[in-house]
């Protein structure tokens, strides 16, 4: 089971509506948001896969899971940090958090949580 590595953190840096982004007609309000993961332990890491849960004010509940993260797999020395964005789509307001999983030099399975952050379309404010 992976433990939490005191150090291995994820920041939401931001969070912006656009409506530029492809959306469906039943999920019609996209939102890029922007992530930091940083690794302040003195191990290095490699992260392995996400996983994300979003959770609608019409109670669906969306979870994605994955390899990597956009694509990569970044090696964090003590110290570095990685910065990137992705967008979801939602149908209205909703709440999405989730966590990182890497693995350290050693082969121990370390995580560090996405903390919870809002998705509301400027009409629903």
């Known amino acids: 089971m992976p433990q939490l590595l005191p150090g291995f953190e994820a920041t939401v840096d931001r969070v912006v509506y656009d409506l530029d982004l492809p959306a469906s007609p039943d999920q019609p309000h996209p939102f890029i948001y922007y992530i930091t993961i940083r690794n302040g332990s003195d191990q290095t890491i490699t992260v392995k896969g996400r996983k994300w849960v979003v959770r609608g004010e019409n109670g669906q ?35 999405a958090e989730g966590a990182y999983l890497a693995l350290t030099e050693a082969g121990e399975a370390v995580v560090a ?3 919870p952050f809002n998705l509301i379309p400027p009409d629903a404010l």
């Open 61 to 95: 509940v969306t979870a994605v899971e994955g390899d990597g993260v956009v694509g990569c797999f970044p090696r964090l020395e003590p110290g570095e940090a990685f910065s990137y964005n992705s967008y979801h789509t939602t149908a209205g307001r909703a709440v």
């Open 113 to 115: 949580k996405i903390p």
